[in-house]
């Protein structure tokens, strides 16, 4: 079974940058898309950013465009998220997810295959 841990949480001030990784126990990253979601206390889970199986194909969720970056490492297994001029209301916890179906047009999960534990970003003066 795959398994996702993330890192790289933590807390900054707004305005400043932190950059998720979420490493894979194996090789995923040709069959499986990949993506991040995040939740704050008392709302939704949120779609965040995700990657189709071959990389070149993204969609970001409409509050972080221009914002964040998905990218991954081909040679290793590791999927990364830049956040980039961050908000107090980017904090959450944010979860890695490898899904078998990539989707431009639905925000949900479709067919989730892992989700990694999460980990705490919070921005904050």
């Known amino acids: 079974q795959v398994q996702l841990v993330e890192s790289g949480g933590g807390l900054v001030q707004p305005g400043g940058s932190l950059r998720l990784s979420c490493a894979a126990s194996e090789s995923i990253f040709s069959i499986y898309a990949m993506g991040w979601y995040r939740q704050a206390p008392g709302k939704q889970r949120e779609l965040v950013a995700r990657l189709s199986n071959t990389g070149g194909i993204s969609k970001y969720g409409d509050a972080v465009i221009g914002r964040f970056a998905i990218s991954r490492d081909n040679a290793g297994n590791t999927v990364y998220l830049q956040m980039n001029s961050l908000k107090p209301e980017d904090t959450a916890v944010y979860y890695c997810?490898?899904?078998?179906?990539?989707?431009?047009?639905?925000?949900?999960?479709?067919?989730?295959?892992?989700w990694g534990q999460g980990t705490q970003v919070t921005v904050s003066s």
């Open positions: 997810y490898a899904d078998r179906v990539f989707s431009l047009t639905n925000d949900r999960p479709v067919d989730v295959v892992a």
